[in-house]
T-cell receptor
Framework: EAGVVQSPRYKIIEKKQPVAFWCNPI?????LYWYRQNLGQGPELLIR????????DSQLPKDRFSAERLKGVDSTLKIQPAELGDSAVYLC????????????FGSGTRLTVV | QKEVEQNSGPLSVPEGAIASLNCTYS??????FFWYRQYSGKSPELIMS????GDKEDGRFTAQLNKASQYVSLLIRDSQPSDSATYLC????????????FGSGTKLNVKP
C-alpha cells in the first residue's frame, strides 16, 4: 500500500512569491490534515478535511494561505504571497478519521523563503 | 498554556539502558495518546498508541498512561543508537477526537 505522497520535497522561493504543495493521501483515508512544523517544534495543525469538507481551519492564516481538496482525495495547500516566517516543513497526513488511530504522515515539503 | 508538554532534552542514555520519555497534557477528558518518532530531516512515524490507563508493551517499547495525573510516558528498553531521534507525544482531546495536539518533542541520544 502506498503511503501519503507529497510533492515537492523541497522548495526555495523568494518572499512575496506564490507556492503550492500537493498531497495524495492513503487510499480510503477520508480525513486529511495539513500541518506545519517549525524547527525544534511539534507539528501544528493548519487545516483538517473530512472528505472534501474543511472542518477545522481555525489555525490557517487565511489572508495568505488557501487549501482545497477536490473530490475528497488529493489536496493542495497554497501560500500567496510567501513571507520569510513561512519557512518550515509542511506535512500532510491522513487517517481513517475515527480518532482512535494515529495519523500517517507524508515525507513533507521543506519550504525556504529567502 | 501549551496543551501538551514535553521536556525538550536532549536526553542522553548509554546503549543498552532504559530511556524514559514523559509527556503531560492539559485536557483531563483526552481519549487517545500517541508516540511518534522523528529522525532528523524525516517526517514523524507512529510507534505507539494507548487509550486506557496502565501499560502497553510492543517489543522494546512500553507506553504508560495515567489519566488521573494527566501524563503519558514511553519507555525504551535496551536502547540502541538507532533509537536516537526526537520523540513526539500527541494527544487527541475530548471534544475533537480527530485533531491531535503535539508536544514539541524530546530529543533522545543513545551513546554507543
Amino acid at each position: 500500500e502506498a503511503g501519503v505522497v507529497q510533492s515537492p520535497r523541497y522548495k526555495i522561493i523568494e518572499k512575496k512569491q506564490p507556492v503550492a504543495f500537493w498531497c495524495n493521501p492513503i487510499s480510503g483515508h477520508n480525513t486529511l490534515y495539513w500541518y506545519r512544523q517549525n524547527l525544534g517544534q511539534g507539528p501544528e495543525l493548519l487545516i483538517r478535511y473530512e472528505n472534501e469538507e474543511a472542518v477545522d481551519d481555525s489555525q490557517l492564516p487565511k489572508d495568505r494561505f488557501s487549501a482545497e481538496r477536490l473530490k475528497g482525495v488529493d489536496s493542495t495547500l497554497k501560500i500567496q504571497p510567501a513571507e520569510l516566517g513561512d519557512s518550515a516543513v509542511y506535512l500532510c497526513a491522513s487517517s481513517t478519521g475515527t480518532g482512535l488511530v494515529g495519523y500517517t504522515f507524508g515525507s513533507g515539503t521543506r519550504l525556504t523563503v529567502v | 498554556q501549551k496543551e501538551v508538554e514535553q521536556n525538550s532534552g536532549p536526553l542522553s542514555v548509554p546503549e543498552g539502558a532504559i530511556a524514559s520519555l514523559n509527556c503531560t497534557y492539559s485536557d483531563r477528558g483526552s481519549q487517545s495518546f500517541f508516540w511518534y518518532r522523528q529522525y532528523s530531516g524525516k517526517s514523524p512515524e507512529l510507534i505507539m498508541s494507548i487509550y486506557s490507563n496502565g501499560d502497553k508493551e510492543d517489543g522494546r517499547f512500553t507506553a504508560q498512561l495515567n489519566k488521573a495525573s494527566q501524563y503519558v510516558s514511553l519507555l525504551i528498553r535496551d536502547s540502541q543508537p538507532s533509537d536516537s531521534a526526537t520523540y513526539l507525544c500527541a494527544v487527541g482531546f475530548r471534544y475533537n477526537f480527530n485533531k491531535f495536539y503535539f508536544g514539541s518533542g524530546t530529543k533522545l541520544n543513545v551513546k554507543p
